[in-house]
């Protein structure tokens, strides 16, 4: 297994380093640092929530959240599953938030489905999104971390708050859930639901 | 190599390292391994923020940046509740004086203040993690309380015996009182210490908080009542500890309700 130090270059070098002189109010680092992790915590908001715009409001909002909370990273201490922690949680606040407008407007009878990738119509591969859209949250969550934003079972683990073995057991899980699902014709049925979020 | 294999290789490396010998017979002979890689491998092609979003964002973090200190080490906020635990027990102990010690036999009190101090210190390790994002844990900061609570039902219920009692409920509420007076100000205390951190989790760090101080409560009332009946205990001193849990995740609850709402209002 990969240690968690290791696993944190996935996302450039010196993120700590940035992280460090954000914390010393270096305007140069903190700009470097949204530039660096926003590209990534985007696509774990849109790999999970399936929807670019609201992607673009939880990037928002957990860049603030990361702003507030930022002198409780302590240096030398791997960056990312401090951010995803963060990003997570974020997560978690939206999905609610959309729980609670979708109980209050139950008159539209179907839920839209999320905005198709004009790219992926045209193959014969379901897209990520729509596919991992049929997973358990949690499954769901893991998978995007591992997969998409390359974290390690470490990372994960601590960003979840955790064991690694539970990480592991979800991913599995996941994989297995996928592999059914990608049967053509159990995919067929799954998708006029509108993927069930 | 098994489809089973390739779900290790997938999980214990970052991406699609897929590209061994073995692997990629394997990949060559199953369809479904080779769709799902496939699919996987787009999840990191998802599309990335617009420019000008970024720039916003870099615009607000800047235009509001100030030096922070980073939060001190863990050890100094075990200290403080390691401070704060003592000075609760000390306290409460001192103006009922020492009956409930004094009618413990050796092996009671090894057993009852042995758990004690282990649960102690598993909560406030706990909820010192939960003050920082992404803390690496022994113990699921959830199961916790469950599991704590549970040892020390098993170690009361084992350690006493039943004794016939007149007064259950009146000599019970008094003993409830006295332990509630010690635990709610050492929850508040250990609330105030926490708040230093970043709060993402609002209910679980307050019934961690709520459960450090029913601890307190309760080794306070174990140093000062002498009543050994197993029901007294189980049901007055314990109960100390799962009212003050419970109302730490109120508590809790609180805070997140007034943060959503104050949100809401902003935006």
Redesign the interface.
Known sequence: ??SGEA?CT?AGPDIEQLMSR????D?GA??AL??TL??QL??FF??QMGS?VE??DM??DA???I?????????G??L???????AR?VRV?NYRKRQRITSRERAVEVLPEPAANKA?ETRN?????D??ASLPENQREV??M???N????EEV???T???VGA??QK??RA??R??SL??QSQFAQLMPKGVAK | MTCRDIDDLMSSAPGNPVHTPDTVEHLVSCEKCRTLISVLHEGGKLAAPPEGQIKRIQARIVETLKPVRPLAPSRFFLFACAIIFLCIVAIGATPFGMNGWGALSTMQRIAVFTTLAASAVLLAISMIGQMVPGSKYAFAPTALPIGILTALTIVLAATFRPHAEPDFVADGLTCMRNGLTYSIPAALLFWLLVRRGAILYPKLIGAAAGGLGGLAGLSVLEINCSNMNVFHILVWHWGVVLISSAAGALLGAAVEFIERWRSQKLS
């Open positions: 297994m990969q696993a996935s954000y914390q010393q109010a305007a903190a700009a949204v530039a926003s590209p985007h696509r849109a790999g670019v992607a673009e990037l928002q860049w603030l959240r702003h507030r909370a930022r002198h409780t990273y302590r240096p201490e791997p990312l599953p401090w951010v995803y922690a963060i949680r606040d992926e591969l379901p897209a990520f999104e596919l991992v998978l995007t591992l997969k998409v390359e974290l390690s079972l683990a601590r960003a708050s955790s064991s990480v592991k991913a599995h994989y297995q996928l592999r990608l049967d």
